[in-house]
């Protein structure tokens, strides 16, 4: 267990659908990312929050929003799905700097089917 | 031509055999290189982090990098089924942060018992 939990572990749902997924950090970290990995494009960042303010952002739809919560727990949430964001998508945390800031420990990932 | 090269292989190999894994990069500003192993289904976890050139050994695993050919390697000595998953590198410029990291599609390991 990395202590980065993500929950649902697999939604299936229909195009047109939103969805929303769910991080917890490991305890003490302060920054949340988001990462899309499919089999074509590997893994992608998407978005960064750190004690509650979006950090950074990648290549993250408009379809696609986050936010992080005053207990550091964050959401993804996907609308408007199409076919081609079945993929998983992984939530990871660090800690605030140092060197530490630059690992990443991830979660478990949420496969997202969509139909 | 991506930033991080790395072959998707899949590797296949005896139990027991030396393993080496490697990236190559384009971005002489990359200065943190990591591995990052994982395993079908999962989340990818740490296995190395070395800053700049050189060697950094941990139990059955050594990373070496070489920024002056841009090149990093991953070796695995006496490689065991439980070594079977899929490894990606991850490089970071000197200027940035994780959020900056880029990850190789990984290589594909299979070790035969």
């Known amino acids: 267990d990395s202590g980065v939990t993500q929950t649902p572990k697999h939604l299936i749902t229909a195009t047109g659908q939103r969805v929303t997924l769910r991080c917890s950090p490991r305890?003490?970290?302060?920054?949340v990312y988001w990462y899309q990995q499919s089999l074509d494009q590997g893994l992608q960042f998407l978005i960064q929050?750190?004690?509650?303010?979006?950090?950074a952002k990648g290549n993250i739809l408009e379809r696609f929003s986050a936010q992080q919560f005053p207990d550091l727990h964050s959401e993804l949430n996907l609308s408007s799905l199409e076919l081609g964001d079945s993929a998983l998508y992984f939530c990871?945390?660090?800690?605030?700097?140092?060197?530490?800031?630059?690992?990443?420990?991830f979660g478990a990932g949420s496969r997202l089917t969509v139909l | 031509q991506k930033e991080v090269e790395q072959d998707p292989g899949p590797l296949s190999v005896p139990e027991g055999a030396i393993v080496s894994l490697n990236c190559t990069y384009s971005n002489s500003a990359f200065q943190y290189f990591m591995w990052y192993r994982q395993y079908s289904r999962k989340g990818p976890e740490l296995l190395m982090y070395t800053y700049s050139s050189g060697n950094k050994e941990d139990g059955r695993f050594t990373a070496q990098v070489d920024k002056s050919s841009k090149y990093i390697s991953l070796f695995i000595r006496d490689s065991q089924p439980s070594d079977s998953a899929t490894y990606l590198c991850?490089?970071?410029?000197?200027?940035?942060?994780?959020?900056?990291?880029?990850f190789g599609s990984g290589t594909r390991l299979s070790i035969r018992p």
């Open positions: 305890s003490g970290d302060l920054s």
């Open positions: 929050y750190y004690n509650g303010e979006e950090r």
């Open positions: 990871a945390s660090s800690v605030a700097g140092g060197s530490g800031a630059n690992v990443l420990t």
């Open positions: 991850a490089m970071i410029p000197w200027y940035s942060s994780a959020s900056k990291i880029i």
